[in-house]
């Protein structure tokens, strides 16, 4: 048990981490995907109590048409928001990328000197390890 919790906390640090790089490189796409994703998670919940809704005024004979022009823009949107999401997906994971790209060419910048690799023996002690 003590060691699923300490798994379920280094995930969860993890996570965070991912979060906040996803932040990182672009704040406003990150934000409207995390507005995206729930409202696409809740909308087909929606679209059937609306459905239900409906159903319950047209058996007891009541005026539906509002609730039908509702039923009609919720179904629209679950249709209409998976491709919105994905595309905003793509557009962060494109902005991660390039964010990641120059985090690392700025660390190689902070680098002293990289010709100690262009040394073969200095490669080969490398590579060879001690033994």
Known sequence: MRKAIHNLLAYITQLMKTYRLFFSSSR???IVLAILLPIQALLPIAT???G???IDAISIKHPFMSLF??????T???QLLPALATLVQGILTDK???FI???LMEKSKALISLAIFDD???FDDLCKGPR
Request: proline content about 0%; aromatic content about 8%; hydrophobic content about 50%.
């Open 101 to 103: 790209n120059l985090s």
């Open 52 to 54: 239900q809704a409906i």
């Open 28 to 30: 406003s796409v990150a």
């Open 69 to 74: 022009t509702l039923w009609l823009i919720a």
């Open 96 to 98: 991660l990328t390039g």
């Open 76 to 78: 629209l949107l679950t």
């Open 48 to 50: 059937v109590q609306t």
């Open 120 to 122: 073969s023996e200095y």
